[in-house]
């Protein structure tokens, strides 16, 4: 029995470092995007910061291990909330009630320019209510004073590039980085710019191992999966990367060069849970799960308190002046308008909402040339579908949340701009090839014209007929009428630099109504000064709408139940219809392709006469 004991002592001696070392569990979120009330209908909600809250509460007290809550960035921007963030930092103010102890600075923290991020940054510090803000691969201009506000706040450690934390007996190095497909989706960054962010790992996890002696180093991740699967294979000694920017639920973690990569999905509809035990000086995952945020958990009642507090600030700094309230209906639908890859009905119904508004405002009828003739809309600027039923401003406002007007107010501005045909179908030719290359982001809504593409063909050149007005246009270079079209600043501005992105075969240059190439594309204004925003401009039109069932609320037309086919894909392997109507650069390569084929064909048949010759000599 003695002996039975003393086997017994000696095994779990030697096996307690192995299984009884420190335990922390990490709570994650990502993407928040302003989403303080969640979304889903009053029935079925998902998401919500007051719901988040109790199960962070709920995940807290179930373990007697410490517990360290992180967010991996795009706090910011998605709804109304985000129009007060300047004045209120009020997403800041809450996750720090909530336990959050860092979060990753994200491209749309970067919305309201580096100046207006300083501006919410420094109401939440005022407020003492900032969770520490992480972001290590930037780099300021040192001249342009467009970034100076926030390079202070990184002067002041405000705004840090990596934090330790102390969590029971482990020291906890902490670091974020911005991905470089979310650098270049972050264009009101300037005069900010971003460095590698494999580069900067490698000295940030040998400086937060070597210098400051930490037992754990986690990576939280602004740049999407991929890029952080890549990062985790190249850069030695990261114990965790928590991946944010692509909205991706990841049911379970992916393990990529020893380290678990891990995504909560987007807009606080799920909550991360990642519980670790240290073994050794690595650590061993013990448990994971991603926890939905839905009506089965009680909405804490003192963050919703604060949440409707917040509602009232909206109305009062914001939809005011423009005589609207955050949940005043404006219009109602009789089916989901979603939001989804390629065309939608949400898309079309949102593009031709703004040819309606951006027409009603420049367009005069003496006046052939002022009026619009087409509007393009990117799928990545839409953000949210509207579910059956009331539309209110607060929904309204969701589908279009983004952006930041020259004047330094919310909202994408509206511009406009002439193109010749053949530059309407390079515009097209991004929704075809760019988009394909680069995601679903680039997809263009379009309203005024319709187009069919052939998926086959060369890229760039895969536009095979577009309708304009329901006629056909001549896109050749024959045609060198001009054409007038709008966009939002964003995507008015992409047009510019779209040939970079194409070796410089969609190369577009915006012009005047003279045909002047405009040096910069300005948002156009109302007769007060005020920019001609799309938000402002869906809203209108939806109000605009005729009431079909008599109660008084307008509705959304049966049209929109389905999509259009505006773009249209005729797949074909035809080498007629590959070729005709090819552009110069496709005629090339196809005759490229077609000499090389007919050099390799006649050496074929020469080196095969020159064997057949041989092996007949051989026999005579």
């Not at 962070?56 to 963030?85: A, Q, W, Y």
């Not at 990367?241 to 678990?260: E, N, Q, S, W």
């Amino acid at each position: 029995m003695k002996r039975s004991c003393w086997i017994f002592f000696f095994i779990l001696f030697h096996l307690a470092p192995a299984y009884g070392g420190e335990r922390i569990t990490i709570l994650f979120t990502s993407d928040l995007h302003s989403h303080l009330t969640g979304t889903g209908s009053e029935s079925k909600p998902v998401g919500g910061v007051a719901r988040l809250a109790q199960a962070i509460e709920e995940e807290r007290k179930k373990r007697p291990n410490p517990c360290l809550i992180v967010d991996g960035g795009d706090f910011l921007m998605g709804t109304l909330f985000h129009t007060i963030s300047r004045e209120e930092a009020i997403e800041l103010t809450l996750m720090k009630k909530m336990g959050y102890e860092a979060v990753a600075i994200g491209n749309h923290e970067f919305d309201l320019r580096p100046e207006g991020l300083a501006s919410v940054l420094i109401r939440a510090k005022e407020k003492n209510a900032l969770p520490v803000p992480l972001l290590a691969n930037i780099r300021f201009d040192g001249h342009d004073p467009g970034d100076d506000a926030l390079a202070a706040l990184y002067r002041a450690e405000v705004v840090r590039p990596f934090v330790v934390l102390q969590k029971g007996g482990l020291r906890i190095g902490l670091f974020a980085l911005m991905g470089v497909d979310a650098a270049e989706a972050a264009p009101f960054a300037r005069p900010v710019r971003f460095t590698d962010p494999v580069a900067t790992a490698h000295w940030l996890v040998k400086y937060l191992r070597e210098v400051k002696r930490v037992d754990m180093v986690i990576g939280l991740f602004h740049g999407g999966l991929a890029e952080a699967e890549s990062l985790a294979r190249k850069v030695d000694r990261i114990d965790l990367i928590i991946a944010a920017h692509g909205h991706v639920r990841l049911i379970t973690p992916i393990v990529a060069g020893g380290v678990p990569v891990v995504e909560a999905g987007s807009y606080g509809a799920y909550l991360g849970i990642l519980d670790l035990e240290q073994v050794g000086s690595r650590f061993r995952l013990v448990g994971y799960r991603l926890r939905r945020i839905d009506e089965s958990i009680e909405p804490m009642s003192a963050v919703e308190r604060e949440i409707d507090a917040a509602k009232e600030s909206v109305d009062r700094l914001f939809l005011e002046s423009f005589g609207l309230s955050y949940g005043q209906v404006i219009a109602a639908t009789p089916f989901d308008l979603i939001h989804r890859k390629g065309e939608s009905n949400l898309g079309n119904l949102i593009a031709d909402a703004l040819l309606w508004y951006v027409n009603y405002h420049v367009y005069d009828p003496s006046d052939p040339a002022s009026k619009v003739v087409f509007y393009i809309q990117s799928n990545g600027v839409i953000r949210d579908g509207l579910k059956k039923g009331l539309i209110t401003i607060a929904d309204a406002f969701r589908s279009l949340p983004l952006g930041i007007g020259k004047d330094g107010t919310i909202g994408y501005p509206i511009a406009s701009c002439y193109l010749t045909a053949s530059e309407i179908k390079k515009v097209l030719e991004i929704a075809t090839s760019i988009a394909p290359m680069k995601g679903d982001d680039y997809f263009l809504a379009v309203s005024g014209l319709k187009f069919t593409y052939n998926p086959y063909r060369l890229p760039c050149d895969r536009v095979v007929g577009i309708w304009l007005d329901n006629r056909p246009l001549d896109y050749s270079s024959r045609n060198r009428r001009l054409y007038r079209v709008a966009a939002n600043l964003y995507n008015a501005a992409f047009l510019q630099v779209v040939g970079s992105y194409s070796y410089h075969l969609l190369d577009i240059v915006p012009k005047d109504r003279f045909g002047k190439p405009l040096k910069e594309i300005i948002p156009i204004r109302l007769a007060d000064g005020r920019e001609l925003k799309e938000w402002l401009g869906f809203v209108a039109y939806l109000r605009s709408l005729s009431d079909t069932d008599g109660d008084g609320i307008p509705d959304v037309p049966e049209r929109y139940r389905h999509v259009e086919g505006r773009a249209k894909a005729h797949p074909s392997l035809n080498p007629k219809v590959l070729i005709c109507g090819s552009g110069l650069t496709s005629l090339a390569v196809f005759a490229t392709v077609g000499i090389l084929t007919m050099v390799i064909v006649y050496l074929a048949i020469k080196i095969g006469r020159i064997g057949y010759g041989r092996k007949d000599r051989e026999r005579n």
